[in-house]
């Protein structure tokens, strides 16, 4: 079990979780972070605020012990003492274990930091300061993915950081389930959902996705990955700058620097 250097950082979250929840993210880390946790001299992952159940920190030491480095090692995280000593069953030393920690991270120096549906129950006011207490204690070239999703997974958003501060923002979607690009509003992480108003970068383009999913419908017919494909390809000719290519897009993501669409 992990003792923390200090009193832990942070409030107990609601807790909900579930098998597969974090799916979507879990994936995007393990194609977009492996290389970083490839050429880490220390493979340590913390997975922050797991919650009421430990189902989502194993999954992410499967995936990424499968698909990233067999010796990595996860550290489920939660400030609440009775969630981690519930965890503990669940334990695989030294690949998972678990312990008590907020944002100070236990004083662990992480590889990689996931914090999904974290912040969404703080201030958009205390955002910044989370993240750079929880940046400041990543190992050298380490990496932060802080962001939200819904209660199964089939909506998310998320910002990738690193020692010099926020560096993209990823939309993700269940293709199949997604009735419009504007659902994804709903799930946008903290620093942003307050944001979804006339005059923001993120509202231009929630509406650029919905207008250029809308004008898409003629695909209705080959399925909604076809639909979406046409739509990010629009999005992007207007000039937005995305970050990743069609293959990315057909998992129902889309990836942006930041710039492009942080608070003005």
């Known amino acids: 079990m992990v003792v923390p250097a200090s009193r832990p950082l942070g409030v107990v979250t609601r807790g909900t979780t579930g098998p597969n929840r974090l799916r979507r993210v879990d994936n995007w880390i393990v194609e977009t972070c492996a290389d970083p946790l490839r ?10 605020g797991y919650g009421a159940a430990p189902v989502t920190a194993v999954e992410l030491r499967a995936r990424l012990a499968a698909r990233v480095r067999a010796d990595v090692r996860v550290v489920g995280l939660e400030i609440d003492p009775v969630r981690v000593a519930d965890a503990q069953p669940a334990a695989d030393p030294p690949g998972l274990t678990f312990g008590r920690g907020g944002f100070e991270l236990a004083g662990l120096r992480p590889a990689l930091v996931r914090a999904l549906n974290v912040l969404r129950q703080y201030d958009e006011s205390e955002v910044a300061a989370a993240w750079a207490t929880m940046c400041a204690r990543l190992a050298p070239g380490g990496l932060l993915v802080e962001g939200t999703c819904d209660e199964l997974g089939r909506l998310a958003g998320w910002v990738l950081l690193d020692a010099d501060g926020p560096r993209s923002l990823t939309l993700a979607a269940r293709l199949a389930t997604l009735e419009s690009p504007a ?9 942003l959902i307050h944001r979804n ?24 017919p080959f399925g909604p990955r076809q639909r979406w494909l046409h739509t990010v390809s629009a999005v992007r000719a207007q000039g937005w700058p995305v970050l990743d290519r069609p293959r990315h897009w057909r998992h129902g993501r889309l990836t942006l620097p930041w710039p492009a669409v942080s608070p003005t």
């Not at 108003?197 to 209705?220: F, K, Q, S, T």
């Open 197 to 220: 108003v006339p005059g923001e970068r993120i509202h231009d383009l929630i509406r650029a996705l919905d207008d250029a999913w809308h004008a898409a419908a003629g695909y209705v």
């Open 183 to 191: 659902e994804l509003a709903e799930r946008l992480p903290k620093a």
């Open 39 to 48: 050429a880490a001299p220390d493979p340590l992952v913390v997975d922050l």
